[in-house]
């Protein structure tokens, strides 16, 4: 079978535009960059918290704390910001900055819904009703 390039052309540009990339978000606040002591938890009913230390310039010193709800799922982890460098998102917007970003076109919950699709009951994301 031979391949025409305008089917080329747009197979290409489809896997632009949904490639998954680090945008910055702006909280209005900054925390100590390393995080140390950071926490984060979710709870079965779609409630996420992120704690994280007041930032070192940060007056009262107050943990800054953000509250998401209708969260399925959230990650921690490595690497930290020494080896960042080697995240897999780090030439995709990721390299911006110590502050937080949503990550768009997300493949980490791609994955996700496609082991949930065998839950008989799986409701996904954006479904009616």
């Known amino acids: 079978m031979r391949w025409k390039p305008a089917w ?14 680090v945008v910055p978000w702006d909280t209005g606040f900054k925390w100590e960059p390393n995080a140390p ?9 779609g ?24 969260s399925r799922a959230a990650i921690m ?6 080896a960042r460098s080697g995240h897999r998102l780090y030439s995709r917007g990721l390299s911006g900055g110590l502050w937080p970003g949503t990550v768009e076109q997300s493949e980490w919950i791609a994955d996700l819904e496609r082991r949930n699709r065998v839950h008989l009951g799986h409701d996904p994301p954006g479904s009616p009703g």
């Not at 080329?8 to 990339?21: F, Q, Y």
């Not at 982890?77 to 020494?82: A, F, I, M, T």
Request: hydrophobic share 45%.
């Open 77 to 82: 982890g490595s690497p930290n910001d020494e």
């Open 37 to 45: 002591e950071a926490v984060l938890a979710v709870s079965d009913r």
């Open 47 to 70: 409630r996420a918290v992120l704690a994280v230390n007041a930032h070192p310039d940060d007056p009262d010193g107050d943990c800054v704390v953000f509250v998401w709800s209708r």
């Open 8 to 21: 080329l052309l747009v197979t290409a540009l489809s896997c632009l535009l949904v490639a998954e990339r």
